[in-house]
């Protein structure tokens, strides 16, 4: 993120940041990702950036990916759905429009139904994860996704890329999006763990307290 707290400019268009990153930023995060065994983004990601969500620049397997997407929007010619040496799956709710889940299912893709025929519910994706022996994830982003798991204390860890530049806007997209904790009380509090600079990034690592179980 920003300095300021952005992970985009007002336009959304998280791939702004890349020209911060320099082939050893790059490495450190293909390392976090080899480490996890899935990593989850919400469909406004796709949509916004087309990620690969690959591990690509250092040594690796790479890990599941997991698309947050109740209605199926994730498009078909999007880099998620046509890369071959890594699984997706992809959690909808039952109204998603049939025709699009039968599409995505035409990419090998695993579907993931919610109960909730409005939003997908996390725990339920999570416990879905653990069955499959997914035990350790990373989200990604973007926001809105952050905060949902927030929300519902399913977070154990937080790392922060801060780069040294100010975005502002207020339709610029922060590191935590949706409707916010109003209380000081229902805040998420956090332990630092650690700070290292690399080259102008500082990327620092916190545990989210209280520390919860990393299976539900």
Do not use: C
């Amino acid at each position: 993120m920003s300095t300021d707290g952005k992970i985009a400019p007002g336009n959304h268009k998280g791939r702004e940041f890349s020209q911060y990153m320099k082939p050893q930023h790059e490495q450190i995060l293909h390392e976090i990702r080899a480490s996890v065994d899935a990593i989850i983004i919400g469909v406004n990601t796709v949509l916004a950036d087309n990620p690969s969500l690959t591990v690509r620049k250092t040594k690796g397997k790479n890990p599941i990916r997991v698309i947050l997407d109740s209605k199926a929007q994730t498009p078909i010619t999007s880099k998620i759905l046509n890369t071959k040496n890594a699984s997706t799956i992809i959690a909808v709710t039952k109204d998603a429009p049939k025709n699009r889940v039968e599409k995505i299912k035409n990419k090998n893709v695993d579907i993931i139904y919610s109960s909730n025929p409005k939003k997908v519910e996390l725990k339920e994706v999570m416990t879905e994860l653990s069955k499959r022996g997914i035990k350790r994830v990373l989200v990604e982003g973007g926001g809105e996704t952050r905060w949902s798991f927030f929300e519902q204390k399913l977070v154990n860890e937080l790392f922060v890329w801060i780069m040294p530049t100010i975005w502002g806007g207020r339709d610029a997209p922060t590191l935590v999006e949706g409707t916010g904790f109003l209380k000081a009380k229902d805040a998420v509090n956090l332990e630092f763990k650690s700070i290292k600079q690399v080259e102008e990034i500082l990327i620092v690592w916190f545990d989210v307290k209280p520390h919860i179980p990393l299976l539900l």
